[in-house]
């Protein structure tokens, strides 16, 4: 019997998927799951009538591939992964390829990078977007790490990607974790853009006054002009869905949104960069208070939500709100795109930026039209420090501005939260501003803590302290910050 292409641990719907994605562009799978009759159930089910075939031990799995052996993860993150590859490395030999497709943190890849190429072995560590629609159909495939596997599995990632244009959305990233750092930071504007159109949402639907099916109407209109995106076109799907009785389902719904772990990750890799990522901060936060779901009833019942009703041009309104979505959605992936930046310059990574926008165009969560644009603007302006910066994206802003501001105070006037929205609107303005008050901070700093300044007088570097109150001598901070 030949030897199977490929090995795939973990069998949840990700896992199920990408094994009949791949059997589906002929590679011969073998599959293992901890739960073995998970296994059988898969085989003798989905995979019925497949190339695919079943090992009921991880020994099995690894005898059973060519050589060198290529093994993809589809478990959960974190100790599940090491635990997997602890027993899997007794019987694989130096070449042989892990592939971790989970959502796992970027720096237990890089731990697992430098792990197993002591050992003479391989790991990538691979974002995979796009849900188990993607992953059955054609995911986004980010794979990074251990550049020396990419020959062996470049050919099998890119046929299952999806593609655009006829190129496949699976690109190499960068070394370490930078497969699985980008994926975070997908995710993170993922959160951004999800959060965007719920405020947009919300708006439309308290504070306009307007009904569901005008709001569907919105949103389908949305898709065909510059706001198409996946987000934006399932959005239309769910506000249309109703219940046997006729109702919106919407409206059973719970108002309090989960997460699971990878918008937290990319605002604490932005506080430790020191990237103002205000917006998918602020996302983030959106879910934390949605949890508070006991909390915001009794607040509602103390305080009057009766505040300015909104006597307008509703369609005038709806015209503004499409423009700051739009304009937040800019402001949402160039503070992404600070971000992994910055982490690029931290961890030595050489990260192709155009071809991720071109990894992100097909399969994923975020696929949206304007990433061809931020593919032509790093492909126009090789060190392109922000995509406001871009002549594209600055008159796309400059277009929308008036709309985006009219939408901020409308939501403040009538008393609708557009956490999103704002931040990103005064993100915009500080980052447009050559002056900002943080000369006072400084003066501040200097005052109550001897932390020093610089001066807009004298030379980049040098640092200068005054006794304030006269009292205060000559010495500085040489330890402490505030």
Known sequence: MAKADIGLVGLAVMGQNLALNMNDHDFRVVVYNRTTARMREFIRGPAAGTRIVGAETLEALVESLERPRRILLMVRAGKAVDAVVDALLPFLEPGDIIIDGGNSRYTDTERRVARLKGLGMHFVGCGISGGEEGARHGPAIMPGGDEAAWPAIRSLLQDIAARVDDVPCCQWIGSGGAGHYVKMVHNGIEYGDMQL?????????????????????????????????????????????READGSPLIDHILDSAGQKGTGKWTGISALDLGVPLTLIAEAVFARCLSALKDQRLEAEGIFDLSENPYHGDVQTAVDALGQALYASKIVSYAQGYMLMQEAAKEYAWELHYGDIALVWRGGCIIRSRFLNNIKEAYDNHAGLQNLLLDGYFAGQVRE???????????GIETG??????????????????????????????????AHTYERLDRPRGEHFHTDWTGEGGDATSGQYDA
């Open 197 to 241: 159109i719920a405020e947009a949402y919300q708006l439309m639907r308290e504070g306009l006054g307007m009904e569901l099916d005008a709001i569907q109407k919105v949103f389908s209109r949305w898709n065909q002009g510059r706001l198409n995106s996946y987000l934006i076109e399932i959005t239309a799907d769910i506000l249309a869905y």
């Open 400 to 410: 929308t501005q008036a709309g985006w501001r009219r939408t901020c105070a409308l």
């Open 416 to 449: 609708i939260p557009l956490p999103a929205m704002t931040s990103a609107l005064a993100f915009f303005d500080g980052y447009r501003r050559g002056r900002l008050p943080a000369n006072l901070i400084q003066a501040q700093r200097d005052y109550f803590g």
